[in-house]
């Protein structure tokens, strides 16, 4: 067989497309995957992207959206192979749409802009928390639709900065965000996390993207999601998470405390102990007013029904 590197491959379709997201890149490495091993039998077929997923899986840091691309192309795998008596046409039906999964989950992105479009009013100030391709997609929309905001953006700084999706991929941070509204026209407001309790009562919603919504409704994201979640909810401000739907992952954490791969470490030598690789945190659902997806926009409980659909129907 023809050899193939799946972690390459995903990282290929990353570099070349800089708003293509960590599940549709995964989907499409598989995809690729198919068309390069071209198997021969179902049993073939299945053991090759189980390996697939699996590597890509270990070997990528945070890889909680990765995960759920690579969970939805397999479970749409195992529910088509059996009805194909022709292996060759199976095969084609599984490249075809999947490639079709692929550009309406890359649609969605618009999609969702104008689902989440009235929830953003004249004169609003809008906190937004680090750099998120979708939430930035709704606000270049409303922006396109003649609605006048402002909107403060976290700078979403971690001790680890630049690999929050893996170790090769330089990942985009607030100040990415406020450079990109700045472009459009946006009247913007660049704040370090520690400040987001001094501006917290002067915004009207707060908006965040996802790394991956869980089954309870709560969210993985960006580190210091958890705090402003916190925050909004003891000011009584609605915090809306922008997501779409290919991002829901069936994990359940309870409480950040759940969240895989952030170590502690503490030192009394010259060397400052430091929370290793906490690039991401845990939001429960309780902080969540609602979440905007292309299915619409949905309460955090519903997230749980949307996965049973998207699983077992």
């Known amino acids: 067989m023809t050899e193939f590197d799946i972690k390459q491959t995903y990282l290929k379709f990353l570099e070349e497309d800089a708003d293509i997201t960590m599940p549709v890149a995964a989907i499409e490495s ?7 091993k071209q198997p021969s039998t179902s049993s073939e077929l299945i053991r090759l992207l189980s ?11 945070n890889s909680v959206s990765l995960s759920a691309g690579c969970d939805l192309f397999m479970r749409f795998v195992l529910r088509n192979t059996h009805l194909y008596s022709d292996w060759e046409s199976c095969r084609k039906h599984l490249v075809e749409n ?3 999964f692929v550009q309406r989950a890359k649609e969605s992105r618009d999609l969702i802009a104008k689902i989440g479009f009235n929830l953003i009013k004249d004169d609003d100030t809008v906190l ?6 979708v939430v930035l997609s709704l606000l270049a929309y409303c922006k396109s639709k003649f609605v006048r905001f402002r909107v403060f953006v976290t700078e979403a700084r971690s001790n680890n900065n630049n690999n929050i999706g893996n170790e090769e991929e330089i990942e985009k941070t607030g100040k990415d965000m406020a450079n990109a509204l700045k472009k459009l026209g946006i009247p913007v407001c660049f704040i370090h996390d520690s400040q987001v309790g001094f501006v917290i009562n002067k915004v009207d919603k707060i908006f965040m993207g996802a790394e991956g919504v869980s089954e309870s409704g709560g969210i993985i994201n960006h580190i210091g999601s958890y705090q402003i979640g916190v925050l ?6 609605p915090l809306y998470v ?13 409480s950040p405390d759940d969240v895989p ?4 470490e503490f030192s009394c030598d010259l060397n400052i102990g430091l929370l290793k690789n906490a690039n ?17 926009v949905l309460t955090p409980s519903a997230v749980s029904e949307e996965l049973i659909k998207m699983w077992y129907d």
């Open 280 to 296: 991401i945190d845990f939001t429960p659902h309780q902080y969540i007013t609602a979440l905007v997806s292309d299915l619409g």
């Open 232 to 237: 909004a909810k003891n000011a009584n401000k």
């Open 30 to 36: 598989l995809v690729t995957l198919l068309k390069v």
């Open 51 to 61: 390996d697939a997923t699996n590597e890509l899986k270990t070997s990528v840091h």
């Open 128 to 133: 937004v928390h680090s750099y998120s391709r």
């Open 242 to 254: 922008v997501s779409e739907s290919h991002k829901f992952v069936r994990m359940f954490p309870l």
């Open 98 to 100: 999947g490639q079709l």
């Open 261 to 264: 791969g952030n170590k502690l």
